[in-house]
């Protein structure tokens, strides 16, 4: 039978607190920015631009960043790039003679 350990609520969330009381991670902070220069990027192409053309632009003025990094934080913060529709081919059967 298992037996039930008696925690305290502090000890329970202590680490929580003390998580709280550190303040954001260095790379929460990055994050930040990051998401601030893709949200630049991507109002300077009029909405269009998704992560992948997002992620080139940011490697052209040189920030180093994985492209899955850019997912996610244009997914997190709402930032949806222009869907193009795909082109409507009719299936043209072109038979030859006899045929």
């Known amino acids: 039978m298992l037996s039930r350990r008696s925690v305290g609520c502090l000890g329970c969330h202590g680490r929580v ?3 709280a009381a550190r303040g954001p991670s260095a790379r929460a902070a990055s994050d ?3 998401t601030d220069q893709i949200r630049a990027i991507h109002c300077d192409s009029d909405a269009t631009y998704g992560s992948r053309r997002v992620h080139a632009q940011l490697l052209r003025d040189g920030v180093a960043v ?3 990094r850019v997912a996610r934080l ?3 913060s709402q930032i949806v790039g222009a869907h193009v ?4 081919r009719r299936n043209r059967c072109r038979r ?3 045929g």
């Open 17 to 19: 607190l003390r998580v």
């Open 32 to 34: 930040v920015v990051m």
């Open 66 to 68: 994985n492209v899955k």
């Open 74 to 76: 244009m997914r997190v």
């Open 85 to 88: 529709p795909a082109k409507h």
């Open 96 to 98: 030859g003679p006899g």
